[in-house]
């Protein structure tokens, strides 16, 4: 029996956005236990990415391909592309904690594309390029 291909994980900036979103948002909900909750984060994150790296379609399809309004249509257009340009047409979501983590794949690639709060509506806006990862 073959093991199975180790992929690779990469961010694109707009992913590292969306945690520097979140820590803000942490501090300015309790400065004092923000840290906890970031390093938390952290943790649950890279959890996420041990997974990831064996069973990249390990996350659920992104909810917002169900979407019928015309509003969801263009905001999910740009990800559309970004996920195409990457060569990684497939996007899945992967909750972490409170949170949703967007990204797209291939079999032997992940591309973690942004993160919000289950509480948010949509995701910030990914207009980086998907071949430049941080």
Same mark, same amino acid.
Request: charged share 20%; aromatic share 6%; proline share 5%.
């Given at each position: 029996m073959a093991l199975p291909v180790h992929a690779i994980i990469e961010a694109?900036?707009?992913?590292?956005?969306? #945690?520097?979103? =979140?820590?803000?948002?942490?501090i300015e909900q309790d400065? $004092?236990?923000a840290g906890r909750r970031v390093a938390k984060l952290r943790v649950s994150l890279g959890e996420m990415m041990d997974i990831l790296a064996w069973a990249p379609p390990s996350g659920r399809p992104a909810r917002f391909y169900a979407s019928k309004?015309?509003?969801?249509?263009?905001?999910?257009?740009?990800? #559309?592309?970004? =996920?195409?340009?990457?060569?990684?047409p497939?996007?899945? $979501?992967y909750v972490v904690d409170q949170h949703?983590?967007?990204?797209?794949?291939?079999?032997?690639?992940?591309l973690?594309?942004?993160i919000k709060h289950q509480r948010q509506l949509a995701y910030e806006e990914?207009?980086?390029?998907?071949?430049?990862?941080e």
């Open positions: 694109v900036p707009n992913f590292h956005r969306g #945690l520097e979103t =979140a820590r803000a948002f942490f400065e $004092e236990s309004s015309a509003q969801s249509r263009l905001r999910l257009s740009p990800v #559309l592309d970004l =996920a195409q340009q990457a060569g990684m497939e996007l899945r $979501e949703i983590v967007l990204y797209a794949h291939s079999a032997d690639r992940v973690l594309l942004a990914a207009g980086d390029a998907v071949n430049s990862p």
